[in-house]
């Protein structure tokens, strides 16, 4: 997943200023200044100093301008004029993944806002800190922000603005929808994402402001990126560089489309067409000094390098990007880095620098994947319609009050009716108090047991992980190869068991497993870990989504993860473009249905029961009742049905 600075670029970048390279010259700044001092009012000259730093794109020049815009309105002394200045600085240390500097002026700014004044300032400033919290990857704080800058932004009154507020409202409007859509996007929220994008889109078209419309195609391109329709990414950073260009936009945000087209082109494996990308973006962010956006474009660069097995120069971009981000908590860049080294240090043989690595990945990806994010953000999503919807009848009162003796009548006769209904509630009124606190003691012990059991199930992950890093390391140093695979496979089953209680501990609902998400990620993680060949053997799946008791869902995870493994071992010599395994699962009449068909080599005979692997099957097959039959025949492949009859369904 890939991340974004666009929250501030999009905003400043549709202003319709030239395109300019932020590496600046003493000259250009001097003359800046010199410029500024020529201007009569403070107002001005701080509202110049600012236009020019949004022009810098926050580069080299931009802090001394800001610096000179704090000097102005600390001698003015007017909270607007400071206000403005800490938000460039905000800006500025973003840009350059300073957060915890971006914090400090964040709030220094806030300090200067009154929450009935500046509502787009403070709704600019809320949309910033909403960017620093996603590179912190606190989505539900970084959310919880952004709705609170569209909260403010709804209060405008728009019949009251001039052109140019209105400008500015159209503007801020489309950016929300992009940041909305772009949280969306990393929550895997992709149906939300895609419609936030098409309607920002669509709205910038009409308005011709090409480069917003831009912005918005680039981030649909990111989410086909992270949907692996990497044809349609292409297509998309393709159309949204040439919409910026159209719309003559600065050079940061033509090379994040060089960057983004780099990607596409690494993941459709044009590693030709795609380097150059990558090292113009490469070297633009080293120049500029934009440290986040530099540690960004060296992981993918490093992950380019990867798949093309060049390990020494994937290493030496991945371990600068971590370095970079180690010091900035930018957790998705920072985990996409150790995720590279973890895959070219294993491949090296070093693996112990690969274990590192990997635990380091799986910690930072924990933070930011855990579903407690999507159940935080469905909370802020309520609260903010509540927010406005009370926000409305707060406007209704106010507007009833200034009509007069009617109202007031009126709300007299309100007041009686409702002493009137009083009157006959009143009996009830005990009984109902006692029903809530009932309710809400049975409430907050519902929720404590439930935050045990999920404890519960986040330790037994812990404990299965650390099992499967041991027999991980074991095997690794096995010189054995029989004993090696015996370890890989039972490192694989471990990992079988891993999955359901991750899903458990990630989900409101803790007693059961979706089929169709476990069986999917399971054969995934099956093929990504386990393949004996260099070809990767293509499979499609067709699950029924079922949601199973752990005593039913475990038994049949372990036994695909035995079919699949032995599919991949002995199944094919070869792997052709032909070559297929398919597993399907169903729930038909009383039974549930699992089938594995693969069309390789196949077999005669009957299955001997002595490896350990098909004593497993069988004694599984047993705890759940069930049937496991093999068809197979020499060159026409083999298919391995299990009916099983104990089941829970929940």
């Known amino acids: 997943m890939k991340t974004s600075l666009s929250l501030l670029i999009f905003i400043t970048g549709i202003t319709g200023f030239s395109q300019e390279k932020t590496r600046v010259n003493t000259a250009v700044i001097d003359s800046i200044l010199n410029t500024v001092e020529k201007i009569p009012t403070a107002d001005g000259k701080v509202t110049s100093l600012s236009r020019a730093t949004s022009k810098l794109r926050y580069g080299a020049g931009s802090l001394e301008l800001i610096k000179k815009s704090e000097e ?24 350059n993944t300073n957060l915890d500097s971006s914090i400090f002026y964040i709030q220094k700014s806030k300090d200067f806002i009154r929450d009935d004044e500046l509502p787009f300032l403070r709704s600019s400033v809320l949309n910033t800190e909403g960017g620093v919290y996603v590179l912190k990857g606190d989505m539900p704080k970084a959310l919880s922000l952004t709705l609170k800058s569209k909260e403010f932004l709804d209060k405008v009154d728009t019949t009251s603005l001039v052109s140019d507020e209105k400008i500015i409202y159209k503007k801020e409007r489309l950016s929300l929808d992009n940041s909305i859509a772009n949280f969306y996007n990393q929550m895997e929220e992709y149906e939300k994402a895609s419609y936030y994008y098409d309607k920002g889109y669509k709205t910038a078209m009409q308005d011709k402001s090409y480069i917003a419309a ?8 990111d989410l086909y990126l992270n949907t692996e329709e990497y044809d349609k990414a292409l297509d998309a950073f393709i159309e949204g560089k040439q919409l910026k260009e159209k719309g003559r936009a600065p050079e940061l945000l033509l090379v ?57 120069l994937a290493i030496m971009d991945c371990m ?41 990945f799986v910690d ?48 007299s006769i309100g007041f009686l009716f409702a002493a009137f209904l009083g009157f006959f509630f009143y009996k009830n009124r005990k009984k109902n108090l006692s029903l809530a606190k009932q309710k809400k003691l049975l409430e907050t012990t519902i929720d404590e ?51 359901i209680h991750q899903r458990l501990y990630n989900k409101d609902q803790l007693v059961g497993i979706d089929s169709k998400e476990y069986l999917e990620a399971l054969t995934k993680d099956i093929f990504e870990t386990h393949q004996f060949q260099k070809e990767t053997l293509p499979y499609k799946l067709n699950i029924e989504s079922i949601i199973l008791g752990i005593e039913t869902i475990t038994p049949i995870g372990l036994i695909l993860n035995e079919l699949i493994v032995n599919a991949l071992k002995h199944a094919f ?63 026409n492949g083999t298919k391995v049905i299990l009916k099983i009859k104990k089941f829970e369904i929940l």
């Open 72 to 95: 102005i309105s600390k001698k003015e002394n007017t909270p607007k004029l400071l206000a403005t200045t800490y938000y460039y600085y905000a800006n500025y240390y973003y840009y």
């Open 214 to 221: 831009g912005v918005f195609r680039t981030n649909k391109g």
């Open 256 to 312: 994040n489309s060089d960057l983004n087209i780099g990607i596409a082109h690494t993941n459709l494996n044009n590693f030709d067409e795609g380097l150059p990308y990558l090292n113009n973006a490469i070297s633009f962010y080293e120049s500029s000094n934009i440290s986040g956006k530099l540690a960004e474009s060296l992981a993918y660069r490093g992950d380019h390098y990867l798949k093309q097995k060049k390990y020494d």
């Open 320 to 360: 600068k990007s971590k370095e970079i981000t180690s010091s900035t908590e930018n957790l998705q860049v920072f985990s996409k880095a150790c995720n590279c080294l973890y895959v070219a240090y294993k491949a090296m043989g070093n693996y112990d620098e690969s274990l590192v690595n990997y635990e380091l």
């Open 364 to 411: 930072a990806r924990e933070k930011i994947f855990n579903e407690k994010n999507i159940k935080k953000q469905t909370q802020q999503e309520m609260q903010y319609e509540f927010n406005k919807t009370s926000a409305v009848k707060n406007a209704e009162i106010i507007a009833s009050e200034k009509e007069g003796r009617l109202y007031s009548i009126l709300a």
């Open 449 to 499: 047991k439930n935050v045990l059991l999920k404890e519960t199930h986040h330790r037994v992950k812990n404990s299965f992980q650390i099992v499967s890093s041991l027999l991980y390391l074991q095997s690794e140093n096995m010189v054995d190869k029989e004993a090696q695979i015996a370890l890989r496979e039972a490192q694989n089953r471990v990992r079988s068991m891993v999955l």
């Open 573 to 635: 010599s070869t792997i052709t473009p032909e070559s297929i395994l398919s597993v399907d699962f169903e729930k038909k009449d009383d039974e549930l249905l699992l089938k594995v068909v693969d069309n390789g080599k196949g077999f005669e005979g009957e299955i001997k029961e002595t490896s350990f692997g098909i004593k497993l099957m069988n004694a599984l097959s047993k705890k759940l009742k069930a049937t496991l039959n093999y068809n197979s025949s020499v060159n």
